[in-house]
T-cell receptor
Framework: GAVVSQHPSWVICKSGTSVKIECRSL??????MFWYRQFPKQSLMLMAT?????????EQGVEKDKFLINHASLTLSTLTVTSAHPEDSSFYIC???????????FGDGTRLSIL | AQKITQTQPGMFVQEKEAVTLDCTYD???????LFWYKQPSSGEMIFLIY????DEQNATEGRYSLNFQKARKSANLVISASQLGDSAMYFC?????????????WGAGTKLIIKP
């Protein structure tokens, strides 16, 4: 149980394009979803938290207009990197948890490379 | 101040030996949870084990156990009989009772390499 699917797993695109990453909880209702960014050989950096049906809560220093998060249902959240540039290249990983502070379960991550 | 400290950036361990990965934490909350996750080179984060601050017994999950010493604020992960497949990054994380949205606070990680 507690499977989270993240898609795509790898994206290479040109500078200036927008990229959408999906995060789905397959067998449970994800009350809260988290989006992280991870630089090489570093720990996870929380970008934003989203609760179903509410606006996402962004961490300090994360541009809301750059990283659009939508959590329209209890099983799906999306992260859109708008007008991506090479400095946005990174590993992005989502996690989901059920109600009452259950453990976070992670997707497999998305490697984003902007040329 | 660091809330989660993993003092070992990297470790080499011989296959079949036991290994202890250190984690110390800092919180003023009485109620909190401690987690360990494994991240192989492929990138996915795998939940290993959880310890609640009020749990009297140390958590165990198969070859993983958590050596919880509350007074010392340490939550070390012990892997018994290590295997080549255990080579990965290991992250310790904490969730405080009043954390917004039950957010996790992450340590810097320990890179574990198992030698054949």
């Amino acid at each position: 149980g507690a499977v989270v699917s993240q898609h795509p797993s790898w994206v290479i695109c040109k500078s200036g394009t927008s990229v959408k990453i999906e995060c789905r909880s397959l067998d449970f209702q994800a009350t809260t979803m988290f989006w992280y960014r991870q630089f090489p050989k570093q720990s996870l950096m929380l970008m934003a938290t989203s609760n179903e049906g509410s606006k996402a809560t962004y961490e300090q220093g994360v541009e809301k207009d750059k990283f659009l998060i939508n959590h329209a249902s209890l099983t799906l959240s999306t992260l859109t990197v708008t007008s991506a540039h090479p400095e946005d290249s990174s590993f992005y990983i989502c996690s989901a948890s059920g109600s009452g502070g259950q453990p976070q379960h992670f997707g497999d991550g998305t490697r984003l490379s902007i040329l | 101040a660091q809330k989660i400290t993993q003092t070992q950036p990297g470790m080499f361990v011989q296959e079949k030996e036991a290994v202890t990965l250190d984690c110390t934490y800092d919180t003023s909350d009485q109620s909190y949870g401690l987690f360990w996750y494994k991240q192989p080179s492929s990138g996915e984060m795998i939940f290993l084990i959880y310890q609640g601050s009020y749990d009297e017994q140390n958590a165990t999950e198969g070859r993983y156990s958590l050596n919880f010493q509350k007074a010392r604020k340490s939550a070390n992960l012990v892997i018994s009989a290590s295997q080549l497949g255990d080579s990965a990054m290991y992250f310790c994380a904490m969730r405080e009772l009043y954390a917004r949205n039950y957010q996790l606070i992450w340590g810097a990680g320990t890179k574990l390499i198992i030698k054949p």
